[in-house]
């Protein structure tokens, strides 16, 4: 596939702290509008790929292209957030000394500019929006609420709120479903489908049964490179993804 | 449109605050001029500057509280940019001497004639011209803090290493502001000031003037803060603060935001100096002293940090105990201070005002739980809903 086409490109990307080889000549294409699912095990370097994409960390390496054109080795965090990457954490982050509401107003796509957010008055059109988010990730009632004082699986569909609220084409996805009870990775497991008949989607997730659900293209990663990829059922029978992940 | 703004997110505290100053400024000095100084409530002449001299800690408390409360920038080195202000405001004050200083040289200050110098070093001309001096009190120390910043903030320097920079800043400045080549009076500062803006210095008049000036200047900064603190540059700030990675990835270049924030609050800290100055009468390198910068925190500490007016009640709090145990008890003072940071520390991990917003909250949301249990009657009092009363909620600070 030509570069051109693709929405995200990873082509030869290594990586390596201190010697050690977090990431290993990985290439990897997201196409627009694609949900991708990523497994693998610890240290697989799911995290650090996210990193690389974000800005967050150089390669050593290797090309990673957004839009077939955008150079992302050579953007920082906040340009490559502008150009419509959003990523969620491992760890929910929210500002929990902010509440909901604001928290949504934060990530919502607008000017980012010191100057811009000093005289900024919000828009209608922005409260329809954050009140379409608030339903959407069912904090309607909590939106007064300090960020603090939400749950854990309350704290990743903030997180999810703020990251559709950026309104990117891209969005990193960690572990959506960690710290949930099974309806609520269920429920998270929709909302994902949803978000991704609009947006393209890289999840990160160890819950097979969510990966399942979400019924996409998977790709596992072990020591830094791509072991196998394609449906769930063809990765999961490969040999070496039983051996160094599923187990037998 | 922004006044109005401004004037919404005016809660009830600030009301009260804003109401106090405003009386303070009004009376202190009528009760100076106008009552006779047999009567009781006359305020005398020592009295007036004393209070004048607390307005402007109040006011550096203020700046630091904007960068350390809100951004979480520990800043142990504003008392270089509040010295900085002061000895702009000095070299205007050197400058209006003229004649009548003891060498009588019209234009150079008496420092320089001893040292021998023929001629005004080119960084003192326009300090004849108050517009110039004026200006100058907030832009050398905006400089200072936007040179500083940039460097700081871009390489991602923070804690406590960006406070153990602004501490080494501040006495690289003590060190340099020492030497007599520096062309700012060495050792010995700026003093023997005689007028400013034409009115004699040690009028009480003017003392009152002064007063007012440093009250108004408090106000007016106060205002600018609760303006940029409420906006939504401010919710960004405080997104830095509690999670300064989490707003990168959200798009916000995080050391723009500090910087803007660090400027503002050093030219603040500047005009704070620059009050202070012609009130206690010499600027001298003394104040760039490390000591002074840690004590401003100390008094943000007590008062509360990141809510603006316990920045204000600190540092005057603070300082009237300093005022009276170091004449009442000159020994034990340091003791105290320290004492009071470690039991602030402790006890009182939000500072006075702080816990007492705590207190308040918890009054009245037991006041609201045994309403809905003596059912019916009057429904509770839902909290707000609107993102207006939403802007309103006071930001904690996280520890």
Redo the contacts between chains.
């Keep these: 596939m030509s570069r051109q086409n693709t929405l995200l490109y990873l082509d030869g990307v290594s990586v390596s702290f201190d010697g050690f080889r977090a990431i290993n000549d990985l290439s990897m294409v997201i196409t627009h509008g694609e949900m991708r699912a990523i497994i693998g095990p610890n240290g697989a370097g799911k995290t650090t790929m996210m990193d690389i994409i974000?800005g967050?960390t150089r390669p050593d390496s290797g090309e990673v292209f957004f839009n077939g054109v955008v150079d992302l080795t050579a953007e920082?965090?906040?340009?490559i957030?502008?150009l419509g990457i959003?990523?969620k954490?491992q760890k929910p982050?929210?500002?929990?000394?902010?509440?909901v509401?604001?928290n949504l107003?934060?990530?919502l796509k607008a000017p980012?500019?010191?100057f811009a957010?000093?005289?900024?008055?919000?828009s209608g059109a922005e409260?329809t929006r954050?009140e379409d988010l608030l339903t959407l990730i069912r904090l309607g009632d909590k939106?007064?609420e300090?960020a603090?004082n939400l749950s854990h699986g309350q704290k990743q569909w903030l997180e999810i709120g703020?990251l559709l609220a950026?309104d990117p084409k891209l969005l990193l996805v960690d572990e959506p479903a960690a710290g949930m009870t099974d309806a609520e990775t269920m429920e998270t497991a929709e909302l994902l489908k949803d978000i991704a008949k609009t947006h393209s989607v890289v999840v990160v997730e160890h819950d097979m049964t969510f990966i399942r659900a979400l019924g996409v293209k998977v790709t596992c990663l072990a020591e830094g490179s791509v072991l196998a990829e394609g449906s769930l059922d063809h990765v999961s029978a490969d040999e070496r993804v039983i051996e160094v992940y599923l187990g037998r | 449109m922004m006044t109005s703004y401004l004037f919404r997110t005016l809660d009830a505290k600030a009301g009260v605050f804003i109401a106090i100053l405003l009386a303070v400024i009004l009376l202190v000095p009528a009760l100076n001029i106008l009552i006779a100084p047999d009567n009781f409530f006359h305020v005398p002449n020592y009295a007036v500057t004393l209070m004048g001299k607390y307005l402007t800690y109040a006011l550096l408390a203020l700046s630091v509280d904007l960068v350390w409360g809100f951004c979480g920038i520990l800043s142990l080195g504003h008392g270089a940019f509040f010295a900085l202000g002061g000895y702009a405001m000095g070299m205007y004050l050197m400058r209006q001497i003229g004649t009548r200083g003891v060498y009588g040289d019209p234009t150079l200050p008496d420092f320089m004639v001893f040292l021998n110098w023929q001629e005004l070093p080119w960084y003192w001309y326009g300090f004849d011209m108050a517009w110039f001096a004026f200006l100058m009190v907030m832009i050398a120390p905006g400089i200072l803090a936007f040179v500083f910043g940039w460097f700081a903030f871009r390489s991602r320097v923070t804690g406590v290493y960006l406070s153990i920079i602004t501490q080494a800043l501040t006495y690289a400045l003590l060190l340099a502001f020492f030497r007599n080549d520096m062309g700012f009076g060495g050792n010995n500062g700026l003093t023997d000031f005689k007028d400013i803006l034409g009115f004699d210095i040690q009028a009480s008049s003017t003392r009152a003037g002064l007063f007012v000036a440093s009250g108004l200047a408090l106000l007016v900064c106060f205002l600018i803060c609760r303006y940029v603190t409420k906006s939504k540059l401010g919710k960004v700030l405080v997104a830095v603060r509690d999670a300064e990675s989490r707003t990168r990835f959200l798009g916000y270049r995080v050391e723009y935001y500090k910087l803007f924030v660090w400027v503002l609050s050093a030219m603040m800290a500047g005009i704070a100096g620059a009050l202070y100055v012609p009130q206690v009468g010499i600027i001298n390198p003394g104040e760039f002293a490390p000591a002074n910068s840690i004590e401003v925190v100390i008094w943000v500490a007590v008062g509360g940090r990141g809510t603006l007016i316990g920045a204000v009640l600190g540092a005057v709090l603070v300082n009237f105990a300093k005022t009276w145990f170091t004449a009442a008890l000159p020994d034990v003072w340091l003791f105290a201070l320290g004492a009071l940071f470690v039991v602030v520390t402790l006890f009182l991990p939000k500072g006075i005002l702080g816990t007492i917003g705590d207190g308040w909250t918890a009054l009245r949301q037991r006041r609201v739980s045994s309403n809905a249990q003596a059912g019916g009657g009057k429904p509770p009092k839902t909290p707000p809903t609107s993102p207006a009363a939403a802007a309103n909620v006071d930001p904690q600070p996280a520890e």
């Design positions: 974000t967050k920082d965090e906040a340009s957030a502008e959003g990523r954490f982050t929210v500002f929990e000394s902010h509440t509401w604001d107003e934060l990530a980012r500019g010191p957010t000093l005289f900024h008055m919000i409260k954050i939106r007064d300090l603090a703020m950026q």
